[in-house]
């Protein structure tokens, strides 16, 4: 049987990915910060036993929260696939329908769920493309995070992937929030630290 996609539905999902998005951006510009003042130091950042600390939450920080938004499980209720085949295979309420016909004559925004359709294709194979990085992070998350076996071999995840992964998010974000609802995601000022004296020193 159909389920039926509301626009309220869309509005909460998009406003709790929108957190998640916030979250990963900037921890993923202060990973790169770390890691930049470490290599201008001529060290290793393991030398520095905050700065190893700090690293490491934020790759927790960034497997966590990028699972939520990249492995399929039921379990992970804000996963992409899990909005595309809402946006693909739901019928859309009166409501939905209806905000998609005033998009009309507003650049980039899409009029009819056809369109929407076709946006979500493309950025599956967005995610297609990545999947092994993904099935890595998934193992990180569940070996690593959630069971800590000794002597396990785990898969590496570079920052550079990470960051990767979270400018994949805010392009499916604002493709998706963007093309129906006209609201994109910009990064806030202040959630980051870009002037901070302990990158500095």
Known sequence: M?????????????????????????????????????????????????????????????????????????TERRNFRKLFNRLKYDKYNNRLKQRLKENKGKAGLATQKAAVIRMVNDLDQELEKRGDLIHRLRTLRDRLYAHSDPGQVLPEVTVDELDDLVQLAVTIYNETSGRIFGHLFVPRKGEDWENDPLLKG
Do not use: M
Request: charged share 25%.
């Open 2 to 74: 159909t389920e039926t996609l509301t626009i309220a539905e869309l509005q909460t999902w998009f406003g709790d990915t929108e957190s998640i998005i916030s979250d990963v951006s900037a921890s993923v510009r202060n990973l790169k910060r770390i890691e930049a003042a470490a290599n201008r130091k001529k060290r290793p950042a393991t030398e520095d036993a905050f700065g190893t600390y700090l690293s490491k939450h934020i790759r927790f920080t960034l497997v966590v929260q990028l699972c939520k938004l990249f492995v399929n499980k039921d």
